[in-house]
């Protein structure tokens, strides 16, 4: 999702209480922000943010970080967290390649990646959310119970993704290929991607990728 540039998005997001703008300060320290000890999940490419708002509302014992690469989608997600009060959300605007310079390790226990970009040229490949460059990224900062979860409407990159997780040391848990006809469906919450492809009758693939 690249919505047209915004002039002064980066800004506005910057000032905004709810984004982390230094986080490479809070690397081995993100408990002292939410000042508790609970568990911290990431959604990577959160775009609007409605699934995270969601989750962070259903979990209040849970701390909840959407990473955004672009200011312009950002802020859509900011526009949201001013109707609502919430204590166990931030986002950071930042390109989850970097992901280790501000997550140490076993610093989170679960990733959700939700309809990320397919990069459907060979050659951007490692650009995918669940290459094998990016797993081992996970790697670094997940706890050893911990997992991605990953849902998507693009066969090719499901199956992509399954092949790069059968490369490495992670395993894959749970795998639907129609999540919406299936028993996990009870407990999902739709993003914004997601109640557009249902609506046109597409299947959602799932994932849990463990180690
Ligand atoms: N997750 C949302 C949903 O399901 O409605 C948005 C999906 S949209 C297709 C993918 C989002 O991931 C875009 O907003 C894009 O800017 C973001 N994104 C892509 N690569 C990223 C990266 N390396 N780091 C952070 N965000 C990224």
Known sequence: ????NITGSNETVAKNRHVI????KLKGSWNTLFANDNPIHLEIGTG???????LATRNPGINYIGIEKYSSVLLRALEKMDETEY????????????LTNIFAENEIE???????DPW?????AKRRLTSRQFLSRYNQCLQSDGEVIFKTD?????DFSLEEIDATEWRAKCITYDLHNSEHVESNIMTEYEERFV???KPIHMVRICR
């Not at 204590?87 to 970097?98: G, L, P």
């Not at 693009?154 to 499901?158: S, W």
Request: net charge positive; aromatic share 18%; glycine share 4%.
């Open 199 to 201: 609506a046109e009758g």
């Open 87 to 98: 204590s166990n959300v931030y986002f950071i605007r930042f390109d989850a390649e970097y």
């Open 21 to 24: 703008t230094e986080p490479e």
């Open 120 to 124: 459907p040229k060979d050659r951007h």
């Open 110 to 116: 679960r990733i959700y990646l939700n309809f990320s």
């Open 48 to 54: 609007k943010g409605k699934f995270l708002m969601e």
């Open 1 to 4: 999702m690249r919505l047209r």
């Open 154 to 158: 693009n066969r090719p990159l499901f």
